[in-house]
């Protein structure tokens, strides 16, 4: 019966992959994709969990990075790059969907060859304000292109291009509490301002260890929820189990790092005051919250993308921006305590509010079911 019902359901391919900036919009789209049979073509690698969890099937294309600069790992990924685009061309062709959605990154390359190969319909979503390369080549092939800042419109003349602005995962949307609960839950206490360092779903040691080296200022003024990433955390750990010593119990007990917050992080939004972020994808769901935030960009960025986002973004008045080469202590700490003044704490959390539609996913969802 299970197959006879999918045999009439729109067969949908989704594609993308490399960070949690991939990997969460497109099970944010899925979400609202109830009445379809969806299947993910990509990398398995650390995110296929989460892939797995909100029950999309996986089918594996091999990951192969392109390089346009010379490196002895083009031995490597060429041949595989070839194999993967073998791959996708069965592996497709056995599928048969009517309609792809990519979100770039590493894997969505050979997959969306084979849909045009194919005739298959393609829409893509750009997060950034810079255009990745992946997007930027299969752009060309795509029927619609979904983007996030109106600043990437460039990079996609003579295309159908929709600002939509990025899909939120329902969790963010639907599943908000208080802040008194959101802090109850994240063992928070309800009077001290709590502020959210994150750097993406991969980390950012720069801003790990600026925590680190300002701990005990930070912890005199805030309570801090601290996602250091897993690649870094049991090095961090470390480094606060050293700090920690010249600091008094009653600070420390405000210190709360987690390798990775996942169904923690609406939470950790819910409780927060101001927040500490690089500037890509978490950008969006910090908006989301009304979280008034300091950016620092990642300097090594493709295209230097996260300073283009941050600046963009600040100039809507939700954020601060701060250089890596400028992060310092006293630098930082003013600024946040600039930010947390009544008025201008407002401010910064109504243009954050104003600036994220929380309708992205609907949006595309309705283009991918047309």
């Known amino acids: ?51 797995a969890h909100a029950n999309i099937p996986i089918s594996k294309i091999t990951k192969a990075k392109l390089r ?47 849909c045009y190969i194919y005739g298959i319909p393609i829409i893509i979503h750009e997060s950034d304000a810079v255009a990745g390369l992946t997007s930027r080549i299969t752009g060309k092939w795509a029927a619609i ?65 600026f925590v680190i080296e300002n701990s005990e200022e930070l912890l005199k003024r805030f309570q801090i929820i601290h996602q250091t990433g897993s690649l870094n955390y049991e090095s961090h750990r470390r480094l606060w189990e050293t700090a920690r010593q010249t ?19 609406a939470a950790a939004y819910g409780a927060a005051d101001c927040a500490l972020s ?17 950016l620092v960009p990642l300097p090594e960025a493709a295209h230097d993308h996260q300073r283009v986002n941050a600046y963009a973004y600040a100039k809507q008045g939700a954020a601060i921006v701060v250089e890596e080469n400028n992060l310092g202590g006293t630098l930082v700490i003013n600024q946040l305590e600039k930010i947390l003044q009544t008025e201008t704490h407002r401010a910064m959390s109504m243009a954050a509010r104003a600036f994220a539609p929380l309708d992205a996913a609907e949006k595309i969802a309705r283009d991918i079911l047309k």
């Not at 944010?28 to 989460?50: C, M, N, Q």
């Not at 008094?248 to 923690?264: C, G, S, T, V």
Request: proline content about 7%.
């Open 278 to 294: 690089r500037s890509g994808s978490a950008l969006f769901e910090l908006a989301a919250f009304g979280i008034p935030s300091i």
């Open 145 to 209: 292109v979904e983007i996030a800042w109106d600043e990437a419109r460039q990079f996609f003349p003579n295309k159908d291009v929709r600002l939509v602005g990025l899909p939120l995962r329902r969790i963010f949307i639907e599943g908000r509490v208080s802040a008194h609960d959101a802090r109850i839950s994240m063992e928070c206490d309800l009077n001290t301002p709590v502020l959210l360092v994150i750097g993406g779903s991969q980390g950012a040691e720069r801003i790990n260890n």
């Open 68 to 114: 346009r600069y010379f490196s002895f790992y083009n031995l490597v990924d060429g041949p595989k790059f070839l194999w993967s685009i073998l791959e996708a061309l069965i592996k497709v062709a056995l599928f048969r969907p009517q309609v792809a959605f990519s979100k770039g990154g590493p894997g969505a390359l050979p997959v969306l060859f084979a």
């Open 1 to 51: 019966m299970r197959r006879l019902r999918k045999s009439y359901m729109k067969r949908i391919l989704l594609t993308g992959g490399g960070t949690g900036g991939h990997i969460y919009p497109l099970i944010a789209v899925a979400e609202r994709l109830t009445d379809a049979d969806i299947h993910y073509f990509g990398p398995k690698d650390v995110w296929s969990a989460e892939l």
């Open 247 to 265: 600091i008094p119990p009653e600070l420390q007990k405000r210190y709360h790092p987690y390798a990775y917050l996942e169904n923690k992080m």
